[in-house]
């Protein structure tokens, strides 16, 4: 079964905490994923996906085939990193599969 | 360029009444359109995808239909809402596996 599992619904850290958003996900073939970010008022809006191995507002993201993981990282959190954040999986029929979400909530 | 616009941001509507939600694209042509919903303590579950005109796929059993009458107009509707029915509605597009979402409509049935 394709899915994607997101195990805390809610993640409180103080600024300048590192952060990791865990998320782990279930699907045969190679997957193609991705973190989206809902911040207050906002749409919902891309972050970053694998295959661009890149790093957006201080945030990364490492496949593991191993692990079926692609946990979202930054070192040093800040407060405008508050926000919902999604893992996503995009499998072959082209339709996303979401997690249910972790709301990140960075103290000052 | 390319645009969602979805309406309204916000309803309250009372159980057994009718609901129309809908979602215009711009800046596109012929793009893969998608109802997703985010039931309280629930990831977006994806509820119909649209790959044209008039032609509709249900991902999910529900109370819900969605109609496609124009290439860049996707509405989801019910007959009867149900309490199950609140949660958080979202329209999306995606061309080439780029997705583009809505701002979302918060439905609370009462």
């Known amino acids: 079964a394709q899915r994607v599992t997101q195990p805390e619904k809610l993640l409180s850290v103080f600024k300048g905490a590192p952060v990791e958003l865990k998320c782990n996900y279930s699907?045969?073939?190679?997957?193609?994923l991705f973190w989206y970010v809902q911040y207050s008022r906002q749409r919902l809006q891309l972050l970053l996906r694998h295959i661009s191995r890149e790093s957006i507002k201080g945030f990364t993201a490492d496949l593991n085939k191993g692990e079926t993981s692609f946990h979202l990282k930054k070192p040093f959190a800040q407060e405008e990193d508050s926000a919902m954040y999604y893992c996503?999986?995009?499998?072959?029929?082209?339709?996303?599969?979401f997690g249910q979400g972790t709301t990140l909530q960075v103290k000052p | 360029s390319q645009t969602i616009h979805q309406w309204p941001a916000t309803l309250v509507q009372p159980v057994g009444s009718p609901l129309s939600l809908e979602c215009t694209v711009e800046?596109?042509?012929?793009?893969?359109l998608y109802w997703y919903r985010q039931a309280a303590g629930r990831g977006l579950q994806l509820l119909f995808y649209?790959?044209?005109?008039?032609?509709i796929s249900s991902e999910v059993p529900q109370n819900l239909s969605a109609s496609r009458p124009q290439d860049r107009q996707f509405i989801l509707s019910s007959k009867k809402l149900l309490l199950s029915d609140s949660g958080f509605y979202l329209c999306a597009w995606s061309v080439s596996y780029g997705y583009t979402f809505g701002s979302g409509t918060r439905l609370t049935v009462v």
């Open positions: 699907y045969s073939g190679s997957p193609e």
């Open positions: 649209s790959v044209g005109i008039g032609q």
């Open positions: 800046g596109t042509s012929n793009p893969n």
């Open positions: 996503a999986l995009l499998p072959y029929t082209g339709k996303l599969i």
